[in-house]
């Protein structure tokens, strides 16, 4: 069945009306519902409106909905009020990456394992779309947060921790992107399991992190970057401060049992008197000031990624970002990239100095298919910081990609071999299989 969105409309204007009512009636009494009970309310209201409308059709000789269909319009008002509204659908669909939604026209689901399928979209205009963007938006943004012709754009994390991100006026039709987390409290364990990592890399990780080394996740989009930052990040002690800056919140840590001390910061838009805005920049100076065990930026996209790495650098060691990048050896150009948009101009040795310095370890996620032609997402390459020479980054592969795609051991010791081993490391896992020469 096709639900019918100007009635799922009617029905939550007629239900909250009521449901207010309700809400701040028993609020006066002195007994005010939980959220579970506001929303078992809220879903007997619905039905009960349902039932109204049923009997109207019945009187009229028309066809009322079916239970199933009357359930469907439950859970679409439910979501109208409570979830995320007609992208609701999508949340619930647990092999489901991404969507990328074109205006009243086209929406297009791309699935864990690689497949791409076509939909209609579930707007009926581009209004509607706007006008869900917007609802949304106001719902659970702390500050209000434009999305019109003067602000074009929007960044949202919804509730169950998808990352909305809405264009509108530079694009014929407005599109929104919905990228879904899937995974957000994970180990090392589960990644193995899924797939991700053999025992030998999970070995290594297991150590690195408690080793403190600074560490970036580097791939390409939709690779899986934050889902292996968190697993990382999860072998953390829980007395330890982590600082988290991003752009909107994706890594959740704050609402993990496992990482009670979490400080995290998300950028904010200047306001409509253009005063307020904090940028992923600012934000990680701010950090410094936290007293930050570890800090992690969530993703390098520009100028940040000097402060970022001097912290490294001087103090907060152990900390962690992700960067976009094709390859691991191409880590290093990328980063003086970014470090080149800083508003005054770094000499190129500086910035090569400025990248070893605060850098230890990179590693690298690529996609790997499978014979049937599915694709996973696989750790690739490990990739060790030496140091710089006049303006190059030097660096050294602890693992290459294999047959399968997965890294496997180059067979070189890494500089903090010691660490490693001090952390628990068994560097004979290092040694290349033989099966491999």
Not at 12 to 35: F, N
Request: charged share 25%; proline share 6%; aromatic share 4%.
């Amino acid at each position: 069945m096709s639900v019918d969105y100007s009635l799922v409309a009617a029905l939550r204007a007629e239900v909250a009306g009521r449901l207010h009512e309700e809400m701040t009636a028993r609020q006066l009494a002195g007994s005010p519902a939980t959220p579970e009970e506001e929303r078992a309310l809220a879903a007997a209201l619905i039905r009960g409106a349902l039932d109204a409308r049923a009997m109207s059709s019945l009187r009229s000789g028309d066809r009322p909905l079916s239970p199933a269909e009357e359930a469907e319009y439950v859970d679409a008002v439910d979501a109208l009020i409570y979830g995320s509204g007609r992208l609701q659908q999508y949340l619930v669909m647990e092999d489901l990456d991404n969507v990328i939604i074109h205006g009243a026209d086209l929406a297009v689901l791309e699935f864990a394992d690689g497949r791409v399928e076509f939909a209609p979209s579930p707007y009926a205009s581009s209004e509607e779309l706007i006008e869900e963007v917007r609802t949304l938006a106001a719902r659970r943004s702390r500050a209000a947060r434009r999305f019109d012709r003067g602000h074009p754009r929007l960044d949202l994390r919804l509730p169950e921790g998808s990352r909305l991100t809405a264009l509108m006026g530079v694009v014929d039709r407005p599109v929104i992107v919905l990228r879904r987390h899937r995974f957000v409290d994970l180990s090392l364990a589960d990644l193995v399991a899924l797939g991700t990592m053999d025992e030998r890399l999970a070995a290594f990780f297991t150590a690195a992190v408690p080793a403190r080394l600074n560490i970036l996740l580097a791939g390409k989009t939709n690779v899986g970057k934050t889902t292996a930052l968190r697993a990382l990040l999860s072998l953390c002690p829980p007395t330890e401060h982590l600082v988290t800056v991003e752009t909107s919140h994706e890594l959740d840590l704050h609402r993990l049992a496992r990482h009670p001390h979490v400080t995290p910061l998300e950028a904010q838009e200047a306001n409509t008197e253009d005063q307020g805005e904090f940028t992923v920049e600012e934000l990680v100076l701010w950090s410094l000031r936290l007293n930050p065990d570890r800090m992690v930026v969530g993703e390098c996209l520009g100028p940040e990624v000097v402060p970022m790495l001097n912290a490294m650098a001087s103090g907060a060691t152990g900390s962690m970002t992700t960067l976009h990048a094709k390859s691991s050896a191409a880590v290093p150009r990328r980063l003086a990239s970014y470090v080149s948009q800083a508003p005054q101009p770094m000499p190129p040795r500086w910035v090569a100095d400025t990248i070893a310095d605060g850098l230890d370890l990179i590693i690298f996620l690529d996609f790997a298919r499978e014979v049937d032609g599915r694709r996973r997402r696989v750790v690739a390459s490990v990739r060790e910081v030496l140091g710089a020479a006049d303006e190059r980054v030097l660096t050294r592969e602890l693992f290459t990609p294999g047959p399968g795609g997965m890294g496997v051991p180059t067979g070189e010791v890494p500089d903090r071999a010691e660490d490693l081993e001090a952390c628990g490391f068994d560097l004979t896992l290092l040694r290349v299989d033989p099966a491999l020469r």
